[in-house]
């Protein structure tokens, strides 16, 4: 699908200039760096739709770990007494 977009002067140079370094051509640095910030913009609406369903859940059965029995949790990880993933509690 084609789409036109309008960028001004100095972003079509800034573009034109990093293509040139990059051996590649403008389309593709632009269809890049579209497709990076539509993958971070994705990943970040679903961490924000985790978090808000993790937060319905824990209003709703009070269940929860600590911040600190998390830290201690992580802390363990690679070494010989790692420990299991924690309870949660109310």
Same mark, same amino acid.
């Given at each position: 699908? =084609? *789409? $036109?977009? +309008?960028?001004?002067?100095?972003? +079509? &140079? ?6 040139? %370094? @990059? %051996? ?7 269809? /890049?760096?579209? &497709?990076? !910030?539509? #993958?971070?913009?994705? &990943?970040?609406? $679903?961490? +924000?739709?985790? &978090?808000? =369903? $993790?937060?319905? =859940? !824990?209003?709703?059965?009070? @269940?929860?770990?600590?911040? %600190? /029995? *998390?830290? /201690?949790?992580?802390? $363990?990880?690679? +070494?010989?007494? #790692? *420990?299991?993933?924690? #309870?949660?509690?109310?």
């Amino acid at each position: 699908m =084609a *789409t $036109s977009i +309008k960028i001004d002067d100095e972003l +079509k &140079a800034r573009i034109q200039h990093l293509a040139s %370094q @990059r %051996q590649r051509s403008a389309h593709w640095i632009m269809r /890049e760096a579209i &497709a990076q !910030y539509v #993958e971070r913009e994705e &990943a970040r609406e $679903s961490f +924000k739709q985790e &978090a808000l =369903a $993790s937060w319905a =859940a !824990y209003r709703e059965t009070g @269940r929860h770990l600590t911040g %600190q /029995e *998390t830290r /201690e949790w992580l802390n $363990s990880w690679g +070494k010989e007494e #790692e *420990t299991a993933v924690p #309870e949660c509690h109310e």
